[in-house]
Nanobody
Framework: QVQLVESGGGLVQPGESLVLSCKAS????????MGWYRQAPGKERELVAT???????NYADSLKGRFTISRPNGENTVYLQMNSLIPEDTAVYYC??????????????WGQGTQVTVSS
């Protein structure tokens, strides 16, 4: 099994910044992809950003320039730096990881979600 611990959500005012983090642990051989999706009330879950080993980060077009995803080398932790937040960024943010267990089986997990609220 793989455990995901998300943190960093909260209530901020428009224009402020937040950093989300997601740490994976457990029976992990390797994690190929880590990323973030979000789901606003009444809307479908949508891509925020993903980072895959050997590839450039992938961002939702509407978020390029404001959000930055990073995964330090050798770590099973992914960060999402969110700048210039606007009310439309209000959503539950979910961490996604894809990788392989120690026995080489593939896995994919979602985090429990962390609430981000942007409001004055």
């Amino acid at each position: 099994q793989v455990q995901l611990v998300e943190s960093g959500g909260g209530l901020v005012q428009p224009g402020e910044s937040l950093v989300l983090s997601c740490k994976a642990s457990g029976n992990i051989l390797t994690i190929n992809t880590m990323g973030w999706y979000r789901q606003a009330p009444g809307k479908e879950r949508e891509l925020v950003a993903t980072t895959t080993i050997g590839e450039s980060p992938n961002y939702a077009d509407s978020l390029k320039g404001r959000f930055t995803i990073s995964r330090p080398n050798g770590e099973n932790t992914v960060y999402l730096q969110m700048n210039s937040l606007i009310p439309e960024d209000t959503a539950v943010y979910y961490c996604l990881v894809r990788g392989r267990y120690m026995d080489f089986r593939d896995f994919g997990y979602w985090g429990q979600g962390t609430q981000v609220t942007v409001s004055s």
